[in-house]
């Protein structure tokens, strides 16, 4: 199973990023998905999450700008980011809750993109 991300880059304030993240491999099923960041000398945290059904949950510091979702059909978790402040800048990973009928249940983890705001 390999996780694959894209739609990072450079942005100024208030702008925004798509990102995007695709599941591949011989999957069974997805369960959660979902997007964390990282930044130099600090802990990777959560900045959205999807379970399967479609429920949603956010960091505080992102909610209302930020939104979470996913096409099943192409396994995939789309994350759209609006009104991005300098303070997302960060490493985004995506994440995914997988089994597979080889390897069983377990957390997948993409290689990340980078995602800059500045002006």
């Known amino acids: 199973v390999q996780l694959v991300e894209s739609g990072g880059g450079l942005v100024q304030p208030g702008g925004s990023l798509r990102l995007s993240c695709a599941a591949s491999?011989?999957?069974?099923?997805?369960?959660?998905m979902g997007w964390y960041r990282q930044v130099p000398g600090k802990q990777r945290e959560l900045v959205a999450g999807?379970?399967?059904?479609?429920?949603?949950n956010y960091a505080d510091s992102v909610l209302g700008r930020f939104t979470i979702s996913r096409d099943n059909a192409k396994n995939t978790v789309i994350l759209q980011m609006n009104s991005l402040k300098p303070e997302d800048r960060a490493v985004y990973y995506c994440?995914?809750?997988?089994?597979?009928?080889?390897?069983?249940?377990?957390?997948?983890w993409g290689q990340g993109t980078q995602v800059a705001v500045s002006s």
């Open positions: 491999g011989t999957i069974f099923m997805i369960y959660g």
């Open positions: 994440n995914a809750d997988i089994m597979t009928v080889t390897t069983g249940r377990r957390l997948y």
């Open positions: 999807i379970t399967s059904g479609g429920t949603t």
